[in-house]
């Protein structure tokens, strides 16, 4: 079993930053790959950025690329995201998640499918507004 933390979130004006983090336990395989989604009101839960620690390949979600960056720190169990550049569409509750994609989806866009995600954390609101 797993458990999932996530911490950081708040409300932002447009441009602004914020840092989600999320703290892992218990049996992490080290095969799992580890990621952020993301559920607007009214809208199906999203891939944002997922990363497959065995290759230290990232597959990020079309809407993030070059504003958001994923890290991973093994030595104290956790995983952040830093979120610069906010825009209002970023507003979502935001989970992190761990689980074990095939070897075939590991290298494509279907690593951020939500079905290979067995464990889930509660989530953290991001709220992006002037």
């Known amino acids: 079993q797993v458990h999932l933390v996530e911490s950081g979130g708040g409300s932002v004006q447009p441009g602004g930053s914020l840092t989600l983090s999320c703290k892992y336990s218990g049996y992490v395989n080290n095969n799992y790959c580890m990621g952020w989604f993301r559920q607007a009101p009214g809208k199906e839960r999203e891939g944002v950025v997922v990363?497959?620690?065995?290759?230290?390949?990232?597959r990020y979600a079309d809407s993030v690329k070059g504003r958001f960056t994923i890290s991973q720190d093994n030595a104290k169990n956790s995983l952040s995201l830093q979120m610069n550049g906010l825009e209002p569409e970023d507003t979502a509750m935001y989970y992190c998640a761990a689980g074990d994609p095939p070897t075939w989806a590991r290298r494509l866009a279907h690593l951020l499918l939500e079905k290979w995600y067995d464990y889930w954390g509660q989530g953290t609101q991001v709220t992006v507004s002037s």
């Open positions: 990363i497959d620690p065995g290759s230290g390949f990232t």
